[in-house]
């Protein structure tokens, strides 16, 4: 007769780490702005209207529902890349550090908040 309490618990339970495994932190908006000054990202994007590059706003908008796009964007910014946007092509910032790249993912994910 404990079989169901134990089948009900072991349900919550996975539905608790897999509800929490997804949260990401906030993101770390004043170090993600520094590293995009420093690498001349702002030259090229805002937070929310298209400059030579997309909206920060509309790049998270658009990867929102996509599990792999923090790799996708990741290695875009690593490697550069065109035709996603428009014909105009992102250099590459190959220098940036893994940490680096994804601190502004994960800051250009949220929208790029300013806090």
Avoid: E
Wanted: with cysteine.
């Amino acid at each position: 007769m404990h079989t169901l309490p134990v089948r009900a618990l072991g349900a919550a339970a996975l539905l608790f780490s897999c509800t929490f495994a997804n949260v990401q932190a906030a993101p770390d908006a004043a170090r993600a702005k520094q590293i995009a000054t420093q690498h001349a990202c702002l030259g090229c994007h805002a937070a929310d209207k298209k400059l030579v590059g997309p909206a920060y706003q509309d790049v998270a908008a658009k990867y929102k529902d996509d599990g792999g796009a923090r790799a996708h964007l990741a290695q875009k910014i690593k490697a550069g890349g065109s035709g996603v946007w428009g014909p105009v092509p992102m250099p590459p910032n190959p220098t940036l550090s893994d940490a680096d790249v994804q601190v502004l993912v994960d800051w250009v994910l949220a929208g790029a908040p300013d806090q």
